[in-house]
């Protein structure tokens, strides 16, 4: 059975910092890119980073630009989000995705097709 599990959520105050970890099991991260996405309260889900199958190419919507940090360590099947200099507006629950893509394409944060597995979730929340 495939899974991707996040974990790491919680609460936070506003400047703080946390790393999400999105980990896979019934099959092997080294073939896919990964794409976090995050779903606030009333709002769409909106995708804010992905990395590339690779680990070579990253990206990031602006609001997260320069605080949010992806990386991936296949040896351990997973990807992380380091959230730093946290905002109330970053509360939502966060998702990662898996993008079954060559080892030398690029990501993409919003993909127009589906992708391939999802995770259940971790909750952020983040106070003033």
């Known amino acids: 059975q495939v899974q991707l599990v996040e974990s790491g959520g919680g609460w936070v105050q506003a400047g703080g910092s946390l790393r999400l970890s999105c980990v896979a099991s019934?099959?092997?991260?080294?073939?896919?890119?990964i794409v976090w996405y995050r779903q606030a309260p009333g709002k769409g889900r909106e995708g804010l980073s992905c990395i590339s199958t690779s680990g070579e190419y990253t990206d990031y919507i602006h609001s997260v630009k320069g605080r949010f940090t992806v990386s991936r360590d296949n040896a351990k099947n997973t990807v992380y989000l380091q959230m730093d200099s946290l905002k109330p507006e970053d509360t939502a629950v966060y998702y990662c995705?898996?993008?079954?893509?060559?080892?030398?394409?690029?990501?993409?944060?919003?993909?127009?097709?589906?992708?391939?597995?999802w995770g259940q979730g971790t909750q952020v929340a983040v106070s003033s």
């Open positions: 995705a898996a993008d079954l893509l060559p080892l030398q394409a690029m990501c993409e944060i919003s993909p127009k097709y589906a992708l391939d597995y």
């Open positions: 019934g099959l092997s991260l080294d073939h896919y890119a």
